[in-house]
Each structure stands twice: as C-alpha cells, then as structure tokens.
C-alpha cells in the first residue's frame, strides 16, 4: 500500500505545474487523497482533498481558486494542478491517503517532490 509523487520541479512565478500521486496495492478512488505541504522551517500545512467520490474536493484558502484535483481511476493516480504559482507555494508536496486497516497507521504516505516558484 502506498503512494509516490511525481512532477515537481522549478517553475517563475504565475507558471503552473501538475502533481501526480501514484497509487499501488490500493485503489485510489476508494478512499481519500490528501496532498499537503511543508516549507523549510515551517509546519506541514494541508493543501487540498479528493474523496472517493472524486466531485467531492476541497482546498485550503491558500490555494483556493489556483489549484484542481482530479483523479484518473484508470491510472490510480491523483492528479494536482497549481495554477499561478507564487514563491510562498515553494514547499515539499506530498501526497496521502486515509487507508483504514489497511496500514497500522491507516494512512499511507509519499516521500513528496520539490516544487520551487522564483518570483
């Protein structure tokens, strides 16, 4: 059971990038994908949420209005869009599921890929 994270990288500021977390040895659109981040010398902060239901998203204030889930069920993957980047979404971005009884935590975690946003 796990999930891995692709598509980070550097971008300027006002670029978009597409973040992909890959499911494996679950299926993704049973359960909720949650991506989250954390900057150097910050805290994780939650950024965004697809649940089974894959109509039913949700997103932080922060990045409201410039970031998209999606989901290809065909592909187990999770797809992120960041749009209009700005320096402050620099972070590691990862991606995780709520797996219950499926991991002794219940979720499940990826090791996240780095975006970088020049202004």
């Known amino acids: 059971v796990q999930v891995e994270e692709f598509g980070g990288g550097l971008v300027q500021s006002g670029g978009s990038l597409r973040l992909s977390c890959v499911a494996s040895?679950?299926?993704?659109?049973?359960?909720?994908t949650n991506w989250y981040r954390q900057a150097p010398g910050s805290e994780r902060e939650w950024v965004a949420s697809i649940h089974s239901d894959a109509r039913n998203t949700e997103y932080s204030d922060s990045v409201k209005g410039r970031f998209s889930l999606s989901r290809d069920d065909a592909k187990n993957t999770v797809y992120l869009q960041m749009n209009r980047l700005k320096p402050d979404d620099t972070a590691v971005y990862h991606c995780?599921?709520?797996?219950?009884?499926?991991?002794?935590?219940?979720?499940?975690w990826g090791m996240g890929t780095q975006v970088t946003v020049n202004s």
């Open positions: 040895g679950f299926t993704a659109s049973s359960y909720t």
């Open positions: 995780s599921a709520r797996v219950p009884f499926l991991t002794p935590t219940n979720y499940t």
